[in-house]
């Protein structure tokens, strides 16, 4: 399990949130900014600033740098304490190709501190808050803290659950590991007990005496931001508020709400975005992930470069790498490994039958939810990693557990079967639509912008290809126990309220061995490949027999031994997996053929406007990618013999 106190702890020693936070709090000399190297206004520079339209009722409690000069200054009104640097630079970037100098212009500023050449600009009032270096805040009619503000950091979300139950308390810099620990793990009231204190102490450390604008930050065209931290880099233009939240930003990683956007009680990691009237209300968007084009995402935590447009996402935790793009509905639903699809329509949300919402999804990895399905809570999928749910299927409240299957409308009534029960083809996923999933897996590794959490991208590693193991068993059922259909959990358990016809159990078993005995084998290779590379190609004989450290080979070996058990020579188990693998490559082009076939029959000009399967740039690169391979296997093979 993750060391949630190491983790939180890490952010509590090394959060740049909090470092500015202590800044101002506590302040050394006369100023935050500054410490003592400010002075109050001498005669002629008052004058000067009264003459250039600004006033002041009591200009001694404005203090300035040594070299501050007035001339930048104009049509403002101070009032309380105030602190303001120099103004030199004539080449702030505003956007848009607008550029503007630095200084103070048609602004109400009220005990605030503003640094060194940053910019205020139609400014109706900032007030209490700290502006840094560079920073730029500019037609905005409101613009305050609170003294004593957290900036909503603390907030607990109710993930999974609307009514409660599985409760996480949000600090600025949490991941989805943490919060997948916390809400996964209620019974484990120690850990639950460490992390309320932890996050409790976050959010003491988190009260400043000021809000701040971090240097370089961009805040413009936006009627109201009140307890809002905005970090180094960070863009707010044209959003509708801002409220009560952090942003989390660096100046290659810019978080940023645009164009109508509505953020509140929240947190914008690095590279997040809420964009085009998106409305981000008690939420988290970790590192680059992004809410757009109307978008909500309410009391729910949005993993790294996942995102939510046109649709709903409520009291929801949604991992790595979902794609949520169109109108679509997803409600309490359990979704820490991500990787998946959510098709225009889909109600993933029936939580709830005239009740209290109190019901949750489990999502596996990488499922993928078709156009209009409707879910009804409670429903289990984390088993049954990288599955699809067809278009229009209405699935019942249910536990599933087969990976890489298709869940589909009856295509026939069985007797025994209630009507509301689907057909399912277990590992159809892999059979038949091959081409999506090792896209996916390539695809997900070259988008990735995350640098602070990680994630492991490999579809069939240990815990997935256990899942097989485990699903392939359930399969492989007695003589006297065989039927033309299996209904329900009675003779195969994990089918929840669907139905598997022998054709399709006989297809699944086929297809896991395949891929289990896949795994295996490249594990195999891996290893021999590494003793013949350090020069110990002697040893590559007793490989399957000695036991080492490594727990990934180990449980590969373990496999390789039951799958092969009269099978002890390398070089034969070696050209089995470069058989496998032109058959694979066959798959992912068969996989991308059938559409170009399906589609070139059904409109007209389909080939002229579509590339074919064998110009498809991932087909080609698994072509490549497979003579790279069995090259490879070749060479190996003529060494060790």
Request: contains cysteine; hydrophobic residues 40%.
């Amino acid at each position: 399990m993750l060391d949630i106190q190491n983790v939180v702890g890490e952010a509590l020693r090394t959060s740049d949130f909090l470092s500015e936070i202590r800044k101002v709090n506590e302040q050394s000399g006369r100023s935050i900014l500054f410490g003592d190297g400010v002075r109050p206004l001498t005669d002629a520079e008052i004058k000067t600033l009264e003459s250039q339209r600004n006033a002041c009722p009591d200009w001694k409690r404005v203090l300035v740098v040594s070299d501050f000069s007035p001339r930048m200054i104009y049509n403002c009104y101070f009032a309380g304490d105030c602190v303001l640097g120099h103004f030199s630079k004539m080449d702030n970037a505003l956007g848009d190709g607008v550029i503007i100098p630095a200084g103070l212009f048609d602004a109400v500023i009220l005990n605030c501190e503003i640094g060194h050449n940053a910019t205020l600009h139609q400014v109706g009032q900032i007030s209490n808050y700290v502006v840094q270096s560079d920073a730029i805040v500019a037609n905005v009619r409101h613009l305050a803290a609170n003294p004593g503000t957290n900036f909503g950091v603390g907030r607990v979300l109710p993930l999974a659950n609307e009514v409660g139950g599985r409760e996480v308390a949000v600090y600025p810099e949490i991941t989805i590991g943490v919060a997948d620990a916390i809400a996964r793990n209620r019974n484990d009231k120690r850990l639950q007990e460490a992390y309320t204190g932890l996050t409790n102490t976050y959010t003491q450390r988190a009260q400043s005496k000021k809000g701040i604008v971090c240097s370089g930050a961009k805040v413009l065209n936006t009627p109201k931001i009140v307890d809002t931290f905005v970090g180094p880099g960070a863009i707010i233009d044209g959003a509708s508020a801002v409220i009560r939240s952090v942003l989390l930003s660096l100046p290659d990683e810019k978080s940023k709400v645009l164009h109508g956007a509505y953020v509140c009680d929240s947190v914008l990691q690095w590279g997040s975005d809420a964009d085009t009237m998106a409305l981000v209300d008690r939420s988290v968007l970790c590192e680059h992930s992004h809410a757009e084009r109307h978008g909500k995402a309410t009391d729910s935590i949005v993993g790294p470069n996942s995102g939510v447009a046109e649709g709903e996402l409520t009291a929801s935790l949604l991992g790595p790498f979902v794609g949520f793009h169109h109108q679509s509905l997803l409600i309490a639903a359990y979704w820490p490994e991500g990787k998946g699809n959510v098709g225009y329509g889909a109600n993933v949300g029936s939580n709830h039958t005239a009740k209290a919402p109190d019901q949750e999804i489990w999502c596996g990895e990488g499922t993928f939810f078709g156009l209009s399905v409707n879910i009804k809570f409670p429903c289990n999928f984390s088993r049954a990693p990288y599955s699809i749910l067809a278009t229009g299927v209405t699935c019942l409240p249910q536990t599933f557990e087969f990976p890489f299957s298709l869940i589909n409308t009856p295509a026939e009534q069985i007797s025994g079967a209630s009507p509301s029960y689907n057909e399912v083809f277990p590992g159809w996923v892999l059979s038949d639509n091959l081409y999506m999933v090792m896209r996916n897996e390539g695809k997900y590794k070259k988008r990735n912008k995350a640098k602070r959490e990680q994630f492991v991208f490999d579809v069939f590693r240990p815990d997935v290809v256990d899942l097989m193991i485990d699903a392939r068993r359930r399969l492989d059922v007695k003589p006297d126990q065989k039927k033309d259909y299996y209904i329900g959990d009675k003779v195969i358990k994990g089918l929840g309220k669907n139905y598997l016809s022998d054709k399709n159990r006989l297809a699944g078993l086929e297809t896991y061995t395949f891929y289990i005995r896949y795994y295996a084998l490249k594990g195999l290779l891996r290893v021999v490949s590494e003793l013949v590379a350090g020069g110990k190609t002697s040893e590559v004989g007793r490989v399957l027999g000695a036991s080492t450290s490594d727990a990934q080979w180990e449980h590969e070996r373990r496999i390789l031994s039951a799958e092969f058990p009269n099978h002890k020579k390398i070089g034969d188990l070696l050209s089995r997996l470069a058989d496998m693998q032109t058959q694979i490559a066959s798959d992912v082009e068969n996989s991308k053929q059938k559409d170009d076939e399906r589609g070139a029959r059904i409109i007209p000009d389909y080939a002229d406007s579509h590339t074919p399967a064998a110009q498809d740039s991932f087909v080609r690169e698994t072509r490549e990618s497979t003579a790279a391979l069995k090259r490879k296997i070749s060479e190996l093979i003529a060494l060790i013999q």
